[in-house]
């Protein structure tokens, strides 16, 4: 049951509902009435932010504009040595209709590559992206995903993220939200020193709605995950979290860590959060942490007495309390891109 299964059907009974409960806080089935036919074309005129000449130069650029791939001749996305660096720009415009992408990911042994996704769109779409990751024995994956969709599409993003011994796959997620939209990664981890960097921001406001969705599975001794997600929700938008870490039996020794922390700035905006542990191994190292407020009055106060007007004071507050997330993402012009966009988005100086 998923957006791409109903849209390929047209079977509006095949759309996650709030009877599902990893989706009841964003229901599909209750706000889709009929299904648009599945559209492919090359065409969109809409740009990306990672792009060639923008704060970093990628060894590789793959395209994916209203469904339709250029750049991979129908295989899989292989990193190598001569390509670490690839940008992946996925680019929706246009209104009621269907698009659906699978594409495979494949980093072979020893290798180390950066993945700079972006998805952006214009108009009432609705969009289903999967990508089937798979990091083999010594190598290493950054995945920064920004996600600028209109303030009318549905999107879902999904990830299933398979890791071999000794790999290491780092992630961080930015998003302004949609009418309807959800983010998921799920992570298949061996332990065998294999470690995990899961990290998230959103920041919406108008109606937008946003859920950050990650699953973590540990199976094997001797692995790592830590995460951290921030977000900010304002007017009337709505921000979910949901991280559940599984320690399988037998997986002796993980060491896992989960925080998401939320600002509300309005009575009518909303926040769900669900953070889960279920542990069923000994001798483990397992936490989480989960904290939603207001801006700190008193450093508006301070802010303003010293001449700065009350809404800049409030956005560079924001700023500095997601600047934690965007300052683990270890690719310095990704890093950059990241922060001038949270800037952008809260109408913060860059």
Same mark, same amino acid.
């Given at each position: 049951?998923?957006?791409?299964? +109903?849209?390929?059907t ?10 599902d ?5 964003t229901d599909?089935?209750g706000?889709?009435?009929t299904?648009?036919k599945?559209y492919?074309?090359?065409?969109t005129?809409v740009e990306?932010p ?11 650029t793959v395209?994916?504009?209203n469904?339709y791939?250029?750049?991979l001749?129908?295989g ?5 040595v ?6 992946l ?7 009621q ?5 699978a594409?495979k990911?494949?980093?072979p042994?020893?290798?180390s ?5 972006s998805?952006?769109?214009?108009g009432?779409?609705l969009a289903?992206?999967?990508?089937d990751i798979?990091v083999?024995?010594g190598a ?10 209109d303030? #009318?599409?549905v999107?879902?993003v999904?990830?299933e993220v398979d890791l ?6 780092? #992630?961080?997620v ?6 309807r939209?959800?983010i ?14 899961l ?6 406001d108008?109606?937008r709605?946003?859920? #950050? ?13 830590s995460?951290l ?7 009337? +938008? ?5 991280g559940?870490?599984v320690v399988?039996?037998?997986?002796d ?7 998401h922390? +939320?600002?509300?700035l309005?009575d ?8 889960e542990?279920?542990i ?8 989480h942490?989960?904290t939603?407020?207001a801006?700190?009055?008193e ?7 010293r001449?700065i007007p ?9 700023v ?9 993402i270890e ?5 950059e ?7 952008r ?6």
């Amino acid at each position: 049951m998923s957006l791409a299964s +109903a849209l390929k059907t047209g079977d509006v009974t095949e759309l996650p509902s709030r009877r599902d409960e990893d989706w009841r806080w964003t229901d599909l089935r209750g706000l889709i009435r009929t299904l648009p036919k599945v559209y492919q074309h090359a065409g969109t005129g809409v740009e990306g932010p990672f792009r060639d000449g923008v704060a970093f130069s990628a060894s590789r650029t793959v395209s994916v504009a209203n469904g339709y791939v250029d750049g991979l001749g129908g295989g899989a996305l292989v990193f190598d040595v001569h390509d670490p660096v690839v940008a992946l720009n996925v680019r929706s415009a246009g209104d009621q209709i269907g698009l659906v992408t699978a594409l495979k990911v494949r980093v072979p042994a020893g290798v180390s590559g950066v993945l700079l996704e972006s998805h952006v769109g214009e108009g009432g779409y609705l969009a289903d992206f999967r990508l089937d990751i798979t990091v083999e024995d010594g190598a290493a994956l950054e995945r920064i995903v920004l996600v600028d969709d209109d303030a #009318q599409a549905v999107n879902v993003v999904t990830a299933e993220v398979d890791l071999a011994p000794g790999a290491a796959y780092a #992630q961080t997620v930015l998003t302004s939200g949609a009418r309807r939209q959800r983010i998921e990664t799920r992570v298949n981890h061996p332990g065998a020193h294999a470690q995990v960097r899961l990290d998230g921001v959103y920041l919406l406001d108008g109606q937008r709605h946003a859920d #950050q969705t990650t699953v973590v599975t540990h199976a094997g001794v001797d692995g790592i995950t830590s995460q951290l997600t921030k977000g900010m929700v304002n007017d009337q +938008a709505r921000g979910v979290f949901q991280g559940r870490i599984v320690v399988s039996p037998g997986a002796d020794q993980t060491d896992a860590r989960m925080g998401h922390h +939320a600002l509300i700035l309005s009575d009518k905006a909303e926040i769900d959060a669900k953070p889960e542990l279920l542990i069923f191994a000994d001798d483990v190292s397992c936490a989480h942490g989960n904290t939603i407020g207001a801006l700190d009055e008193e450093a508006i106060f301070y802010a303003r007495q010293r001449g700065i007007p009350e809404l800049e004071a409030k956005a560079m507050l924001t700023v500095a309390f997601v600047g934690e997330v965007v300052e683990r993402i270890e690719h310095e012009g990704a890093r950059e891109i990241a922060a001038a966009w949270v800037a952008r988005k809260l109408g913060s100086p860059e």
